[in-house]
């Protein structure tokens, strides 16, 4: 199996930043794209950003210029710097990988615990 252990949320005041990490581990051949979602009480789960194997980057609209995905694929681990963060990003965020566990097997869909960020003055 494969297992993703997200870290670095918490609270933070309007304005703020808070840095995001997913390290993944377990029977890895590679891993694909890798990307943050996140839900906000009684929303659906959104795409925030993801990031592929060669470090192309999507991002909502929302996030914009605020928030910048990336990652070390020695290391399986993707981050997300967060910067002029709002109330309306207050969310638990979770880390998802597209992983291909063995060569010659199709890839599958690992999720993070999640990480509850918070952003209120």
């Known amino acids: 199996q494969v297992q993703l252990v997200e870290s670095g949320g918490g609270s933070v005041q309007p304005g703020g930043s808070l840095r995001l990490s997913c390290a993944a581990s377990?029977?890895?051949?590679?891993?694909?794209?890798m990307a943050w979602y996140r839900q906000a009480p009684g929303k659906p789960r959104e795409l925030v950003a993801d990031?592929?194997?060669?470090?192309?980057?999507n991002y909502a609209d929302s996030v914009k210029g605020r928030f910048t995905i990336s990652r070390d694929n020695a290391k399986k681990t993707v981050y997300l710097e967060m910067n002029s963060l709002k109330p309306e990003d207050t969310a638990v965020y979770y880390c998802n990988a597209d992983v291909l566990m063995a060569v010659d097997t199709p890839t599958r869909d690992f999720w993070g615990q999640g990480t509850q960020v918070s952003v209120s003055s």
């Open positions: 990031i592929n194997s060669g470090l192309r980057a």
């Open positions: 377990g029977f890895i051949f590679r891993i694909n794209a």
